[in-house]
């Protein structure tokens, strides 16, 4: 007989109880795999939208904003950035959300026409707005797959009709599942006349892009930031600070649950076996080879439940990614190691803390007090 | 074999003595059984011997080897020391087979020397067509025979068995003492079985009593 195999015969004297334990653990691994999955993404997504897509080095937003859509750079603010050395292209972007198709976050962008590519917008089909069009707007490839819209097609936004002339792709979720029209229609729209969310940069050979970056910066008086890397972006939107502290903090809460739980159940079941414990000892067994044992079937539990914690919180992302709205914001990459890396770790951790004690202590057993025991 | 000096145990910070100064030796292949009335200190003698515990002064030696140096008890058991309770205390899961093995665990070889082993044994002691059955389907006697089979797993050099019929009708009683007898008789292992079975307790080459943590007499010697 393997040892393995006695481990094995061990947790399923009390299955109820082992497999509560499991799925115990298993509810905290879920948790906290779906909220990577989705973290992850969105800081992806924040990379590819403001630094990575395009053509553009770095994109520059309004200092303190609590949201990118409230990141408001006004016109002097753009003109100075545009007249400083070494900036050789600039592209402003204008974000708002319209409620659509039973979608209150249905996101629309304004951008001119000459600097789709900039902004790394890649039309797939038909053509671009005309920026003196008001009827005209592109429509993103997600969008249109989920709204079942085509070139050609109408499509009502803010009680407006407009046709679509083309259909574009920019690599990210947010962008790819909502509409783009030209600058001036979205400003005149929503009242911002002379106003972007955003704005691309892209620096002229021969110039340090950090260099220019801070010059953005200081030269606004810090009204502006240059988001070169993720960690800028806390400084436009705390949003995504809060919620990455907010999944470690309901992750560590389930896991501590969790390793509560299987603790519970390895401190039931060794005082159970206290009499069997004080035979293993009496027959020969090391005090080690009891720990051994007990800290194995504390680490199977663990091992169970991150098999099926990881289904579990793959499976919920995948079932939220059937509605609209979460279509539009998310694309997880669910075969990516990494996400699954510190939920295993964070479940070997608890299998090991949550075993040790239960194991300790019935490895300190003396043989003939367990023997007796009643 | 084995030399007691002067073994004294006390329990409760004194207040209880359960041995009193004990002298005896014990030759290699000797079958003793200890009687003597409920709390004379009988399983207490059988568990100093057999590393379960430590006295409270006084010398065991095993072999020439002074259980006080012994560094790993728990190897020393494994190696030396089989043990059969009052109680077969077999692990309810197990079928017979895995339990004979759990003593194996702690010697070297291949599984399945140790499993044919097993076989061997559980043949030995007559159940050959039980090895994979459950504890809860088979009789007490039988249960206790499996205890046997386990006890002897790593070939122990001494038998410790604590009221081994105890739980046991007569005839189930009778032979288990058979198999344990023709170990002692054919493998020269040393056999030491208390008993309150005068019966059984007069089948042994030496008979011991012991009274108040002491031996009173030693008949037949
Ligand atoms: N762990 C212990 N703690 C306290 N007292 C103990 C302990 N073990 C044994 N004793 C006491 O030591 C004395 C001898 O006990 P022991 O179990 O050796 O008797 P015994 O001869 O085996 O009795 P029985 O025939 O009933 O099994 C008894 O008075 C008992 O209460
Ligand atoms: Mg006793």
């Known amino acids: 007989m393997r040892f393995f195999l006695l481990i094995l015969k061990n947790l399923s004297r009390h299955k109820t109880r082992t497999v509560l334990a499991v799925v115990g653990i298993s509810i905290g691994i879920a948790t906290i795999v779906a909220l990577n999955l989705v973290m992850e993404n969105a800081s992806k997504m924040i990379e590819d939208t403001f630094i990575k897509q395009g053509d553009f080095d770095f994109t520059v937003a309004k200092a303190g904003s609590a949201d990118v859509i409230v990141s408001y750079i006004k016109e002097e603010q753009i003109n100075m950035v545009n007249e400083m050395p070494g900036i050789q292209d600039s592209a402003g972007l204008l974000i708002y959300m319209v409620p659509f198709n039973n979608n209150p976050y249905f996101f629309s962008f304004g951008l001119k026409k000459e600097k789709l590519e900039l902004g790394g917008v890649n039309l797939i089909e038909g053509r671009a707005f005309e920026d003196d069009a008001e009827d005209e707007v592109i429509i993103g490839k997600v969008a249109s797959k989920n709204y079942d819209k085509k070139i050609g097609d109408t ?26 029209m030209p600058l001036a229609n979205a400003q005149k729209l929503q009242d911002l006349e002379d106003t972007v969310n955003l704005l691309f940069v892209k620096i002229a050979e021969n110039y340090n892009v950090e260099e220019i970056a801070q010059m953005i910066e200081d030269d606004s008086n810090e009204e502006l930031v240059s988001i070169i890397d993720i960690d800028d972006f806390d400084a436009v939107d705390q949003g995504i600070k809060i919620m990455d502290a907010g999944t470690w903090m309901i992750g560590i809460l389930a896991i501590i649950i969790g390793g509560i739980g299987v603790m519970n159940t390895m401190v039931m079941s060794v005082s159970e076996r206290t ?87 019935a490895s300190r057993l003396s043989p003939l007090e367990a023997l007796r025991y009643e | ?79 030396t020391i089989g043990f059969i309770f009052q109680l077969h205390n077999l692990i309810p899961t197990l079928t017979a087979k895995e339990n004979v093995l759990i003593p194996m665990f702690e010697a070297r070889g291949k599984g399945k020397d140790k499993k044919k082993k097993a076989e061997v044994l559980l043949k ?48 189930s009683g009778a032979m288990i003492m058979d198999i344990l007898e023709e170990i002692n008789n054919k493998e020269k292992t040393t056999l030491i079985v208390v008993t309150h079975d005068p019966v059984i307790g007069a089948r042994a080459h030496r008979k011991l009593k012991m009274l108040d943590g002491r031996f009173q007499e030693e008949a037949n010697s």
């Open chain 1, 275 to 361: 009499r069997e414990i004080g035979v293993l000892r009496a027959v020969g067994w090391k005090k080690s080879r009891v720990l051994l044992m007990i800290l194995c079937e504390t680490l199977l539990i663990a091992l169970i439940a991150i098999i099926i914690g990881c289904g579990m919180g793959a499976g919920a992302v995948r079932l939220l990614m059937f509605s609209d709205i979460a279509e539009g914001f998310l694309n997880p990459s669910y075969f990516e190691y990494t996400t699954y890396l510190k939920a295993i770790i964070v479940a070997v951790l608890v299998g090991m803390v949550g075993g040790l004690y239960p194991a300790w202590k």
């Open chain 1, 155 to 180: 499509i009502n936004l803010n009680e407006n009709d407009y046709e679509i002339v083309g259909i574009y792709e920019t690599g990210t979720a947010f962008q790819d599942g909502g509409t783009m």
């Open chain 2, 124 to 171: 030995k002691m007559n159940l050959g067509k039980r090895t994979d059955f459950m504890p809860t389907k088979m009789s007490g006697g039988e249960r206790q025979r499996v205890a046997i089979a386990r006890s002897l797993a790593n070939n122990p050099k001494i038998i410790l068995a604590d009221e081994p019929t105890g739980d046991v009708d007569s005839k």
């Open chain 2, 1 to 79: 074999m084995v030399q007691i000096k002067n073994l004294s145990k006390e329990f409760e910070e004194g207040r209880v003595k359960a041995l009193n100064g004990i002298n005896l030796t014990i030759k290699e292949g000797e079958y003793i059984s200890i009687m003597g009335p409920s709390g004379s200190g009988k399983s207490t003698l059988l568990n100093m011997i057999g590393a379960l515990d430590r006295p409270t002064s006084g010398e065991i030696f095993i072999n020439k080897h002074n259980l006080a140096d012994v560094k790993n008890l728990a190897k020393f058991r494994s190696k």
